[in-house]
């Protein structure tokens, strides 16, 4: 309130201090049950975070004011073709967010194999798709023969076409063209914006995609404190439950492998804007490290855990931090020393026996009935998709397979060596184009973006081998079509001054 132009200072008495000590006491008996509660019911580490959750609120209060100016001034980016890759990331998780219906078994894919949250992802890539060739015919293509796509993603869209050809011999050929179609619509959607857009579009859409992981982790660790029953998964022997989320509802390992990424992105940039970034951003980009990092922890997914590990070596390499890695290397030795090395592999071994270990927890079982039906038609195979989602599953029998937990063994299982060899040569001229591009001058904040990419590009590789990765339509296609078309850009040095 204002008296004379002069803002009025308010008087605390003996009776606010009262309140306000009544408050903190209330906030912090609330805080002690709920932590007794989870502790009971979901172990020491649902304990150990409520009781922190205070003090990680506190610290990242001022850090919002800079992350709402960041976020509003993507979201207002978007607008055109930018519509088209905001489509694209919204049909990866709309799956996630209505499980009851879009997550099913085998059986319920033949029996019915377009349900009501099938049907939305298919009309939201159908829409990009559109937008994609309304915006190639609108007058802009004559710059397509001086801004070609790059050979990796003409590889891709070799790749995309085999899948496609697939479904006519494939098991239950509308579930196997709908799903290529997925693949051919994202190919040819990023091969008319590398042709029309600059790369500093290219760098909005990377970060409107970490944006949108950000948030799902987010709403991954809300839903797990609203329904822990449903939001981690109870392994017997592993030290603690795993993070797998509520709505949305993750698998752990991508949990694992996109909360790794996320840490190793906001620690590139915490290290690349360490002196020129204010106190508030340097909080942000930090509470982004912990998210990211206390996320894969708590997945204990261990392949990205293991990925992590090597690229924040690599990382701290590049950015030239000699004491960080001399401090953490002193870290790590004092922690063997002094008995936490049991407590690691403990972690690590997630209460499996050495069986299970060794087996890569059961891969190598499937693995073996993978390839022996692989070797049955090693040339086409046998239908994208419906081959190892259908046919291997109704052949094994034990267990109902989303997936091969091998992205190229996966690739040789749906459409045999021709089509591995594309997807092999989309990679292979990737890591090519990434490593051609240190010769290439270019701003400092593009160099930075490409680092992150190298990083991610690492930990997807390495995801490829234990799981699901860029075969299918996803996160992780998407974010290789970006690669590719980043390294397209900055090769033809478009935007540049």
């Known amino acids: 309130m204002l008296n004379g132009g002069k803002a009025r200072a308010i008087q605390l008495d003996g ?7 009544g408050l903190v006491c209330a906030y912090a008996t609330l805080l002690l049950m709920l932590a007794l509660q989870g502790g ?27 992350a709402w100016q960041k976020v509003r001034a993507l979201i207002s980016s978007i607008r055109g073709p930018h519509w088209i890759v905001a489509l694209l990331v919204a049909s990866c998780y709309i799956e996630q967010f209505f499980t009851a219906v879009g997550v099913r078994n085998a059986g319920d894919v033949e029996q019915n194999p377009v349900n009501s949250i099938n049907l939305g992802r298919i009309g939201l890539i159908a829409l990009a798709g559109c937008i994609a060739i309304l915006t190639a015919l609108r007058g802009r293509m004559a710059h397509w023969q001086s801004r070609s796509p790059g050979a990796p993603l003409f590889a891709m869209l070799a790749y995309a076409c085999v899948a496609l050809v697939s479904a006519s011999y494939a098991s239950l050929p509308l579930v196997s063209a709908g799903k290529a179609m997925e693949l051919v619509v994202d190919v040819v959607a990023f091969m008319i914006l590398t042709s029309l857009l600059g790369t500093e579009e290219l760098v909005r859409y990377w970060n409107l995609f970490w944006l949108a992981l950000a948030l799902m982790l987010a709403g991954v660790w809300i839903s797990a404190g609203l329904n822990p029953a449903k939001g981690f998964e109870y392994q017997e022997g592993a030290m ?7 709505v949305p509802r993750l698998h752990p390992n991508t949990i694992g ?30 509470g982004i490290f912990v998210l990211g990092f206390v996320s894969m922890i708590a997945a204990q997914a261990r392949t990205s855990l293991a990925s992590f590990g090597l690229v924040l070596f690599l990382l701290l390499i590049c950015y030239r931090r000699g004491g960080l890695i001399l401090a953490s290397a002193i870290a790590g030795a004092l ?51 419906t081959a190892h989602r259908l046919d291997l599953t109704a052949r094994f029998k034990i267990l109902d397979l989303s997936t091969v937990d091998n992205t190229y063994l996966e690739v040789l299982l749906d459409v045999g060596i021709i089509g591995l060899i594309p997807l092999i040569l989309a990679l292979v001229g990737l890591a090519g184009a990434l490593w051609r591009s240190r010769k290439i001058r270019l701003p400092q904040r593009w160099s930075d973006v490409r680092l992150e ?45």
Do not use: C
């Open 15 to 21: 009776r606010h201090y009262l309140m306000l000590a």
């Open 40 to 66: 009971q019911e979901f172990g020491w580490p649902v304990a150990l975070a409520v009781l922190v959750s205070p003090v990680f609120i506190g610290w990242g209060i001022p850090a919002m004011p800079v």
């Open 240 to 246: 603690f439950p795993i993070l797998n989320g509520w």
């Open 257 to 286: 492998q996109f909360a790794a990424t996320l840490a190793i992105v906001a620690m590139a940039r915490l290290l690349a804007r360490q002196r020129a970034a204010s106190r508030r951003e340097k909080i942000l980009w930090i």
């Open 335 to 385: 922690a063997m020393l002094s008995g936490l090395g049991g407590f690691l592999l403990d972690f690590v071994r997630r209460g499996q026996d050495s069986e299970l270990i060794t087996t890569l927890s059961g891969r190598t079982y499937y693995w073996q009935e993978a390839w022996d039906m692989f070797r049955e038609s090693m040339a086409a195979g046998h239908g994208f998709y």
């Open 453 to 497: 990419m190298i990083a991610y590009f690492i930990i997807a590789l390495a995801r490829s081998f234990t799981g699901p990765s860029f075969q299918v339509h996803g996160e992780n296609l998407l974010l290789l079509l970006i690669l590719m078309s980043f390294t397209q850009s900055i090769r033809m040095k478009r935007g540049l001054a």
